[in-house]
């Protein structure tokens, strides 16, 4: 682990099945406080399957895990209370204005009264969008609306955000300022666990695993998988291991 030797998520032989398929095959990891945390793997790793579990939005089949120490099996619930969490999608009310998306993720947060109110003034201060306020979402570039999403998942301060691709289809330049948002988080002391398929994403990551047909096959500093699969980037670690694959999407 790393920032902190409290892990805020642990999962121990983490494991779900579909019936006779394993989308996820006894994975163990722990991720420390503050730590932005790659979870890698190519469509059909399982990924999202064990993202869910993790969210409290699937039941485990079998195995344990603890996230905020919260138990995956009983306090589900309770586990939605500390985390946050964005899509590729960006979770947002295209109809609804900025602010009136502020205020509704906001009070979905448990924010209420003066809180929510100063909570949303300081968001459209910080992102520089008070002058955007009544615009609809779906009038803003691609770019604010995603550091709007990421904004709104954390308007509570959450222990952790999950993040589930969130930069697919943002252009590079909009992708290095959305990266700069998850440091500032981690740096105020919030997990980051991150799904990418932008391999240079992974190098801003403090560890990384890399999941392969359900299993996790390598978990740790970026530099340290580079080195050890004898390769100069991140995408190369990933193609070397991902080759191993037996099942597809």
């Known amino acids: 682990m790393n920032r902190n030797d409290s892990p805020v998520i642990e999962a121990d032989r983490l494991t779900k099945r579909?019936?006779?398929f394993t989308a996820v095959d006894g994975i163990s990891f722990?991720?420390?406080?503050?730590?932005?945390?790659?979870?890698?793997?190519?469509?059909?790793?399982?990924?999202?399957?064990?993202?869910?579990?993790?969210?409290?939005?699937s039941q485990p089949t079998s195995g344990r895990a603890t996230v905020a120490g919260c138990d995956v099996y009983r306090e589900q619930e309770e586990i939605k209370k500390h985390i946050g969490y964005?899509?590729?999608?960006?979770?947002?009310?295209?109809?609804l204005r900025v602010w009136e998306n502020i205020r509704l993720f906001g009070g979905i947060y448990g924010l209420s009264g003066k809180r929510l109110s100063g909570k949303t003034e300081e968001l459209l201060d910080v992102l520089g969008l008070e002058?955007?306020?009544n615009t609809l979402v779906s009038s803003l570039p691609l770019g604010w609306k995603q550091k709007l999403a990421f904004s709104v998942a954390i308007i509570h301060e959450?222990?952790?955000?999950?993040?589930?691709?969130?930069?697919?289809?943002?252009?590079?330049?909009?992708r290095r300022r959305f990266w700069e948002l998850i440091m500032d988080a981690s740096a105020r002391g919030i997990t980051v666990?991150?799904?990418?398929?932008?391999?240079?994403?992974?190098?801003?990551?403090?560890?990384?695993?890399?999941?392969?047909?359900?299993?996790?096959?390598?978990?740790?500093k970026p530099s340290v998988l580079r080195d050890a699969c004898g390769v100069g980037t991140m995408d190369e670690v990933f193609r070397s291991l991902a080759r191993r694959a037996k099942r597809s999407e």
């Open 131 to 133: 002058g955007e306020r």
């Open 86 to 95: 964005m899509s590729q999608k960006f979770s947002l009310y295209a109809d």
């Open 18 to 20: 579909f019936d006779s």
């Open 158 to 174: 959450p222990e952790i955000v999950f993040l589930d691709e969130p930069t697919g289809g943002v252009d590079p330049v909009a």
């Open 193 to 220: 666990f991150v799904t990418t398929h932008y391999m240079d994403e992974a190098e801003y990551c403090d560890r990384v695993s890399i999941m392969v047909d359900g299993r996790i096959e390598a978990l740790d």
């Open 30 to 57: 722990c991720v420390g406080a503050g730590e932005i945390f790659g979870f890698l793997g190519a469509n059909g790793a399982g990924k999202t399957t064990a993202m869910r579990m993790l969210c409290g939005l």
